[in-house]
């Protein structure tokens, strides 16, 4: 993990804090340590390699909670996936958004509001005494 932040923090960071998320998470990683043979410890590259597994599960799991409330959902995700990076204005999701031709119909501003809605996205707010929230 980069040196400011410890594995457990990296795990909490991407599994919206569920018991269930986390033990998935880790489930992941054993089975990477397992085949990377690296020793009694977790390393970084057992971590890397589970994300992939992870973020399928995570995705099918989304697909479960989100699809009856937000049927285009997918579509949404296709619009933050195509921005490519994990920080990004409104500016540049609704750039993305209206290059598709299947979501015309609906403000982008409403769907962020629904990804953020279901924890999809976050609202990153710089600052504060800490350096930063």
Same mark, same amino acid.
């Given at each position: ?9 990296? =795990? ?24 990377? +043979? /690296? &020793?009694?410890?977790?390393?970084? @590259?057992? =971590?890397?390699?589970?994300?992939? &597994? ?29 921005? !490519? #990076? ?7 999701? /609704? #750039? ?7 979501? #015309? @119909?609906?403000?982008?501003? #409403? ?10 996205? !976050?609202?990153?707010?710089? &600052? &504060?005494? +800490? !350096? !930063?929230?």
């Amino acid at each position: 993990m980069p040196s400011r932040q410890d594995k457990y923090r990296h =795990i909490c960071d991407r599994t919206f804090l569920r018991p269930r998320d986390i033990i998935k998470f880790c489930n992941e990683i054993l089975k990477q340590h397992k085949i990377i +043979g /690296s &020793g009694n410890r977790f390393d970084n @590259e057992a =971590i890397h390699e589970a994300r992939a &597994g992870y973020s399928d599960y995570l995705l099918n799991e989304l697909d479960d909670e989100i699809a009856k409330h937000v049927p285009q959902y997918k579509e949404y995700l296709e619009v933050v996936k195509e921005l !490519g #990076s994990l920080s990004f204005t409104l500016e540049n999701f /609704s #750039s993305a958004w209206s290059r598709r031709s299947s979501l #015309s @119909e609906i403000e982008p501003i #409403s769907g962020l509001a629904q990804l953020f809605e279901f924890s999809v996205v !976050g609202y990153l707010k710089p &600052g &504060g005494r +800490g !350096g !930063g929230s």
